[in-house]
């Protein structure tokens, strides 16, 4: 089944500890992007990323790396988390050929205190 | 800038009343596409429609149908005969071919009362 997988999908952290949500798409997708979703603000694209070792930020990159290693995986990287990064995050891939048809992973629940 | 309104924060019908999401968006690109989300009280997002900017037909699915219009820059989505599963929060959203993000409205939570 063709589809995008996050992990955990829930976590509940303490400020100052590091994390590390992954994110895999088995679509052979070139695009990856990572988006939060905020109480009456949508969803904004954190990093997203074209293809293999290339990455780029979105519109609130603050606080967050990524990385891309392989085409099929995207990790979102909090090296300290705060609590105003409590937030429900969702991973997304999309194929070259549209690029803004893009494929929504479950999400994953964050909170930090 | 980009930039999609959905100025209904919030709307409450009863079962089988129609109801319509309104959605205003803002680009300065002449190829755009307009996206319409749903996302269920389980939090998954769920794709309902991809529209460009080159298509101004009105488009029906079952009771769900979606009305763009280029000269008000809209593309509001109807429910027809609402039922208690139409419950969710709507996600309107923008994006041109320049970009790699789409840009979403803050939703529109619809409540269906039996």
């Known amino acids: 089944e063709a589809q995008v997988t996050q992990n955990p999908r829930y976590l509940i952290t303490v400020t100052g500890k590091k994390l590390t949500v992954t994110c895999s798409q088995n679509m052979n997708h070139e695009y990856m992007s990572w988006y939060r979703q905020d109480p009456g603000l949508g969803l904004r694209q954190i990093y997203y990323?074209?293809?293999?070792?290339?990455?780029d930020k979105g519109d609130v990159p603050e606080g967050y790396k990524v990385s891309r290693k392989e085409k099929r995986n995207f990790p979102l990287i909090l090296e300290s988390p705060s609590p105003n990064q409590t937030s429900l995050y969702f991973c997304?891939?999309?194929?070259?050929?549209?690029?803004?048809?893009?494929?929504f992973g479950p999400g994953t629940r964050l909170t930090v205190l | 800038a980009q930039k999609v309104t959905q100025a209904q924060t919030e709307i409450s019908v009863v079962e089988k009343e129609d109801v319509t999401l309104d959605c205003v968006y803002e680009?300065?690109?002449?190829?755009?596409?307009l996206f319409w989300y749903k996302q269920p009280p389980s939090g998954e997002l769920v794709f309902l429609i991809r529209?460009?900017?080159?298509?101004?037909q009105n488009e029906i699915s079952g009771r769900y149908s979606w009305n763009f219009q280029k000269s008000t820059s809209s593309f509001n989505f109807t429910i027809t005969a609402s039922q208690v599963v139409d419950s969710a929060v709507y996600f309107c959203?923008?994006?041109?071919?320049?970009?790699?993000?789409?840009?979403f409205g803050s939703g529109t939570r619809l409540q269906v009362q039996p």
């Open positions: 990323s074209m293809n293999v070792e290339v990455t």
């Open positions: 997304a891939s999309s194929p070259r050929g549209a690029p803004d048809t893009q494929y």
């Open positions: 680009t300065r690109d002449t190829t755009y596409y």
């Open positions: 529209r460009n900017s080159f298509d101004e």
């Open positions: 959203a923008l994006s041109d071919t320049g970009r790699r993000a789409l840009t």
